[in-house]
């Protein structure tokens, strides 16, 4: 039997490094988002946009990289946005999400409560990349956030969990990887399919009253695999594949969220449904 725990620190440590390394380590980067025009305390909703919108970002992500496109995107059509850092693991700076989940939901609901309580608002609209789309659902069940949500749009979102392409299939036939990725780094066990975090998640339906939910999906996406698993079931929930909108959109996982303005159109459809416009391949240019 090979040592995987000792062979599988260093690759955990080595993952975790590169992911800091794609994080521009500079002090304007780990700067609060508010510099960039985002996080601002002082806005005020709009009659137009009368929710703040709180954006969610993904494992091995933080609340102003993943957000550098669509804040902005989201700021010129009027809208307060506001974004946070969660999942917190102890030594590894600029790169969060990777804590167990259920504790990210926690942190999550005492942010959306920061969030209403400076602007105002009754209600806020959470939008979240990858596991900051499947996240909020623990919240929205558990942990009261119906109450103080209207909508969540999840952009590649971990839903029902990822077979990473067949992987975690493999993980039966090496004793204590699981324990390893449990304990290393819990929002990756938490994410695999029939984790017991997300059985818990998904018993009794996918959904909870009150609660608009859509989910957008490319069909190119590497990491949460098979794509389908992403979508939702309930009587409120709209499910758009990106290339049933744009046959031309090649984007995988990561850039559906980051830089892909056809999704963001989407986006702002789902926080405005009122003013729903088309997309198509031209809503690149909007």
């Given at each position: 039997m090979?040592?995987?725990?000792?062979?599988?620190?260093?690759?955990?440590?080595?993952?975790?490094?590169?992911?800091?390394?794609?994080?521009?380590?500079?002090?304007?980067?780990?700067?609060?988002?508010?510099?960039?025009?985002?996080?601002?305390?002082?806005?005020?909703?709009?009659?137009?946009?009368?929710?703040?919108?709180?954006?969610?970002?993904?494992?091995?992500?933080?609340?102003?990289?993943?957000?550098?496109?669509?804040?902005?995107?989201?700021?010129d059509r009027g809208y307060c946005v506001f974004s946070l850092d969660y999942g917190q693991l102890s030594g590894v700076p600029l790169v969060y999400g990777l804590?167990?989940?259920?504790?990210?939901a926690q942190q999550l609901s005492v942010y959306v409560d920061k969030v209403l309580a400076a602007t105002g608002a009754a209600k806020a609209d959470l939008v979240g990349h990858s596991q900051g789309g499947m996240m909020p659902r623990y919240y929205l069940k558990f942990l009261g956030g119906a109450a103080k949500v209207n909508a969540l749009v999840g952009i590649a979102p971990s839903n029902h969990g990822t077979d990473l392409d067949g992987f975690t299939s493999l993980l039966p036939y090496f004793p204590g990887i699981g324990d390893l990725?449990?304990?290393?780094?819990?929002?990756?066990?938490?994410?695999?399919?029939?984790?017991?975090?997300?059985?818990?998640?998904?018993?009794g339906g996918d959904t909870v009253p009150g609660v608009h939910y859509?989910?957008?999906?490319?069909?190119?996406d590497e990491v949460v695999t098979p794509y389908r698993s992403q979508f939702l079931s309930g009587s409120d929930v709209h499910n758009v594949l990106?290339?049933?909108?744009?046959?031309?959109?090649?984007?995988?996982?990561?850039?559906?969220?980051?830089?892909?303005?056809?999704?963001?159109?989407?986006?702002?459809?789902?926080?405005?449904?009122?003013h729903a416009t088309t997309t198509s391949c031209a809503s690149v240019l909007s």
């Open positions: 090979l040592p995987w725990k000792r062979l599988l620190r260093p690759l955990a440590a080595l993952l975790l490094t590169a992911a800091v390394a794609i994080v521009p380590a500079t002090a304007a980067h780990a700067a609060d988002a508010s510099s960039r025009g985002w996080n601002d305390y002082s806005c005020k909703p709009s009659a137009a946009h009368p929710r703040p919108v709180v954006l969610v970002h993904g494992t091995f992500a933080n609340s102003v990289d993943n957000w550098l496109a669509l804040a902005p995107y989201l700021e804590g167990p989940i259920d504790k990210s990725l449990s304990t290393s780094t819990p929002a990756l066990a938490d994410q695999v399919v029939g984790s017991a975090f997300l059985t818990k998640l998904n018993a859509t989910v957008i999906a490319t069909k190119y990106i290339q049933n909108l744009c046959s031309l959109d090649l984007s995988e996982h990561a850039l559906l969220g980051l830089t892909d303005r056809i999704a963001f159109h989407e986006v702002a459809n789902a926080l405005d449904p009122a």
